[in-house]
């Protein structure tokens, strides 16, 4: 990309940005409930969290969890990679 177009670019992204939905403590028991839940019985997951102001949606299996922590670690199914993330990071978590 040529260099005149790289600040045109990251306007665009700012604007794309959204900001960290705030969860409530139900919301938090409950991803935390899935989460323990889909380490246990190894099911795959619809896994939401935001990075860099976007919401970002992957399919995976979760490896290990951390509560006090902080700390996850989930397999996405695409690469097979191992994500180490924050809890704080996790917007949503469902049963695929």
């Known amino acids: 990309m040529p260099e005149q177009y790289l600040g045109l670019q ?3 992204n700012k604007q794309l940005e959204v900001p960290q939905p705030l969860l409530t403590e139900e919301q938090m ?4 409930f899935t989460l323990i839940e889909a380490l246990h019985t190894n099911k795959q997951v619809y896994l939401t969290y935001y990075k860099n102001g976007q919401r970002i949606t992957e399919t995976g299996f979760i490896q290990f969890v951390d509560s006090l922590g902080n700390l996850f670690i989930f397999i996405d199914e695409v690469f097979e990679l191992k994500n180490k993330m924050k809890l704080s990071e996790l917007i949503d978590v469902r049963f695929m």
Not at 29 to 32: F, H, R, S
């Open 10 to 12: 990251e306007i665009i």
């Open 29 to 32: 028991k409950q991803i935390n």
